[in-house]
T-cell receptor, first 115, second 114 residues
Framework: NAGVTQTPKFQVLKTGQSMTLQCAQD?????MSWYRQDPGMGLRLIHY???????DQGEVPNGYNVSRSTTEDFPLRLLSAAPSQTSVYFC??????????????FGEGSRLTVL | AQKITQTQPGMFVQEKEAVTLDCTYD???????LFWYKQPSSGEMIFLIY??????QNATEGRYSLNFQKARKSANLVISASQLGDSAMYFC???????????FGAGTRLFVKA
C-alpha cells in the first residue's frame, strides 16, 4: 500500500520561482489537506479539500493555491516563492464521516528551501 | 475559532516511568475530535490515539491513554512505562467531528532517559 505519496522530497527554489508539490493517495479518501511545519509552531493548515472540485482555505493560505480535480490528487502550488515559505510541507488524507475518527494519514513530507 | 495549546516545549522522563503531556483546547463547536500524533526524529507523523467529544470514557491504546476532561477543555496524553523509543515530538490536534479541518498544537518534545 502506497498510502499518501508526496513529491518531491527536497526542493531548493530561488525567490520568485514557482513550483508544485504533488500529493496523491490511493485510499479513496474524500478529505485531503496540506500543512506546513515550522520549528516551534507545530503544523499549520494551508488548504484542505472535502472532495473533488471542493477546496477551502486553512489557517495560512496566502501564497499557496490548490485544486482537486480527482479524488486521488491534491497538488499545492507556490506561484512566486518567498523565503518565508521555507518549511517542511505535509500532505494528509482521511476518510471523515459518521462513525469515523478522521485520523490523518500523512505523506513523508517535502522539505522546501527558498533562497 | 478553534485553538490548541501545548504549554510544555520539552519534557524529560526516566525510562519505565509514566509521563503526562498537556493539551488544552478551545472551541465553540459541541462536536469535535481530539488526537495525538507522534513525530520521531525521522520525521514521519504517526497517529496515536483519538477521543470524540461525546465519548464518555477516556480513550486507551496500549501504553497510551487520553485523559479527557471536557469541562476543563483538556486532553492530556499519558504514556505509561516510557521506553527509549518514545523520545519524539508529540502533537495534540483537534478537528470538527469526523475529521474536517484538523488543527495542531505547537508540540512537546519528549526525551526519555535511560
Amino acid at each position: 500500500n502506497a498510502g499518501v505519496t508526496q513529491t518531491p522530497k527536497f526542493q531548493v527554489l530561488k525567490t520568485g520561482q514557482s513550483m508544485t508539490l504533488q500529493c496523491a493517495q490511493d485510499m479513496n479518501h474524500e478529505y485531503m489537506s496540506w500543512y506546513r511545519q515550522d520549528p516551534g509552531m507545530g503544523l499549520r493548515l494551508i488548504h484542505y479539500s472535502v472532495g473533488a472540485g471542493i477546496t477551502d482555505q486553512g489557517e495560512v493560505p496566502n501564497g499557496y493555491n490548490v485544486s482537486r480535480s480527482t479524488t486521488e490528487d491534491f497538488p499545492l502550488r507556490l506561484l512566486s516563492a518567498a523565503p518565508s515559505q521555507t518549511s517542511v510541507y505535509f500532505c494528509a488524507s482521511s476518510s471523515p464521516g459518521q462513525g469515523a475518527t478522521g485520523e490523518l494519514f500523512f505523506g513523508e513530507g517535502s522539505r522546501l528551501t527558498v533562497l | 475559532a478553534q485553538k490548541i495549546t501545548q504549554t510544555q516545549p520539552g519534557m524529560f522522563v526516566q525510562e519505565k516511568e509514566a509521563v503526562t503531556l498537556d493539551c488544552t483546547y478551545d472551541t465553540s463547536d459541541p462536536s469535535y475530535g481530539l488526537f495525538w500524533y507522534k513525530q520521531p526524529s525521522s520525521g514521519e507523523m504517526i497517529f496515536l490515539i483519538y477521543q470524540g467529544s461525546y465519548d464518555q470514557q477516556n480513550a486507551t491504546e496500549g501504553r497510551y491513554s487520553l485523559n479527557f476532561q471536557k469541562a476543563r477543555k483538556s486532553a492530556n496524553l499519558v504514556i505509561s512505562a516510557s521506553q527509549l523509543g518514545d523520545s519524539a515530538m508529540y502533537f495534540c490536534a483537534m478537528s470538527h467531528l469526523g475529521g474536517f479541518k484538523t488543527i495542531f498544537g505547537a508540540g512537546t518534545r519528549l526525551f526519555v532517559k535511560a
